[in-house]
């Protein structure tokens, strides 16, 4: 109902076709933005409602912190994790991921049972932390390597869509030993350390038209608190 305007511009920053979220994130701090500009008042659960609207990554972007994602992106359970080094590799090509899930190749058969097996190590906020080191995807895992829980439905298809997201987990995998594919692809992601620094600090070679970086995990998303 305001009656004012913005002109908004975007430094893209973060590849498309990527499967990192740079789009919800862009959606998520534009209404925060707005909300604080028009001084609307806004809290974050009717900010999130509206962004669900425009894509199932932006409450994520929405609620500040780590957490856990269920249902079509509306539930959020927030997590505790330390920071960390992650080392991001993306191929050449994108992918459109209207395009992964669409495709007959998609795994659908995660349920609930994974998300209670991930609180079950301790890093939902007030979880008590399981005894058990086994969890429903099959894989029995020690409680400590919660970075290796898990896995990515999508990478089927998006494999099968882009061979370089296949050739860019075996890249990191060789290198870090748990790469695995971001979001629908086509970049790829492992975990690189939790210290000061990386423990492998430079990324392998990487074939032309491709592009790598070390990054940092966040605590926080920058805008967090803003409404």
Request: aromatic content about 8%; hydrophobic content about 40%.
């Amino acid at each position: 109902g305001t009656p004012l305007g913005a002109d908004i511009s975007i430094e893209k920053r973060i590849p498309s076709g990527a499967g990192m979220g740079g789009g919800s994130s862009d959606a998520a701090a534009t209404l925060l933005a707005l909300n604080r500009l028009w001084a609307l008042h806004w809290p974050i659960e009717r900010l999130a409602a509206l962004g669900l609207e425009l894509g199932a990554d932006v409450p994520f972007f929405l609620g500040g912190g780590h957490a856990l994602v269920e249902g079509i992106g509306e539930r959020l359970t927030p997590l505790d994790l330390p920071p960390q080094w992650f080392a991001v590799v993306k191929p050449a090509a994108g992918i459109e991921t209207r395009r992964i899930f669409q495709s007959p190749l998609l795994g659908r058969s995660v349920g609930a049972a994974i998300i209670e097996g991930f609180t079950g190590y301790g890093f939902a906020s007030g979880a008590r932390r399981s005894g058990s080191d086994e969890t429903d995807s099959g894989h029995n895992e020690k409680a400590g390597d919660i970075w290796s829980f898990g896995r990515n439905d999508l990478q089927a298809a998006a494999e099968a869509e882009c061979a370089e997201v296949a050739q860019a987990v075996a890249l990191l995998q060789k290198g870090f030993g748990n790469g695995r594919m971001t979001g629908s692809g086509s970049a790829a992601f492992a975990r690189a350390g939790g210290g000061e620094i990386p423990d492998v600090g430079t990324l392998p070679p990487l074939p032309g038209g491709w592009t790598g970086r070390m990054c940092r995990s966040l605590t926080a998303h920058p805008l967090d608190g803003w409404a």
